[in-house]
């Protein structure tokens, strides 16, 4: 089945450096969509940005993923890490059902001062 | 504006007792969803629905029962609360779309003693 790994629970950064989180995923479905999340605390998640398009960059609110279906990936990253990023992020897929999101298990990002 | 309310907040349940989470959607969207979230977790699919008296099994449906009375009401039924159950709850809607994105409620902090 379709499935969603993100390979780091916890990252802390300083303020300043750049962020890369992991997303990995498998499907049977060649034209799959790809989502970030963010949940800053006691918050629901919401949709930080979206992708379906091969080795496209898709930017917003400063960060930007790109989908490259070759290694199954779609990796979030920001140049430079603001105290306010501090949060978790889900990586999700729609892939084979179409009407469900499959998450990953989240990482929560600290960054400090 | 449109949104997605989950009552109630918080909930403490006695071992074997029935508990009911209550959703409802103002998006006219059809397809309503219920997912846990455990740290390690992340965000797992108990059970979802395409429209008004449909229920789908999700990831982790053991235990647990939906009802979807209305396009706008959906249920997640406990009939039998578990304290490997204790978790928070989130309830969300979306249109069915594979590029859609999910609007989630507060969610629901349930404790079973």
């Known amino acids: 089945g379709d499935s969603v790994t993100q390979t780091e629970g916890l990252v802390t950064l300083t303020e300043g450096l750049p962020v890369m989180l992991n997303c990995t995923y498998q499907?049977?479905?060649?034209?799959?969509?790809l989502f970030w999340y963010v949940q800053h605390l006691n918050e629901s998640p919401r949709l930080l940005l979206k992708s379906f398009t091969d080795n496209k960059r898709t930017e917003h609110q400063g960060f930007h993923a790109t989908l490259h279906k070759s290694s199954s990936s779609f990796h979030l990253q920001k140049s430079s890490a603001q105290l306010s990023d501090s949060a978790l992020y889900y990586c999700a897929l729609s892939g084979s059902n179409y009407n469900v999101l499959y998450f990953g298990s989240g990482t929560k990002l600290t960054v400090e001062p | 504006e449109a949104a997605v309310t989950q009552s109630p907040r918080n909930k403490v349940a006695v071992t074997g007792g029935k508990v009911t989470l209550s959703c409802n959607q103002t998006?006219?969207?059809?397809?309503m969803y219920w997912y846990r979230q455990d740290t390690g977790h992340g965000l797992r699919l108990i059970h979802y629905s395409y429209g008004a008296g449909s229920t789908e099994k999700g990831d982790i449906p053991d235990g647990y029962k939906a009802s979807r009375p209305s396009q706008e009401n959906f249920s997640l039924i406990l009939e039998l609360a578990t304290p490997s159950q204790t978790s928070v709850y989130f309830c969300?809607?979306?249109?069915?779309?594979?590029?859609?994105?999910?609007?989630f409620g507060s969610g629901t902090r349930l404790l079973v003693i």
């Open positions: 499907t049977i479905y060649s034209n799959p969509f």
């Open positions: 969300a809607s979306g249109p069915g779309q594979a590029n859609s994105d999910y609007t």
């Open positions: 998006n006219n969207h059809n397809n």
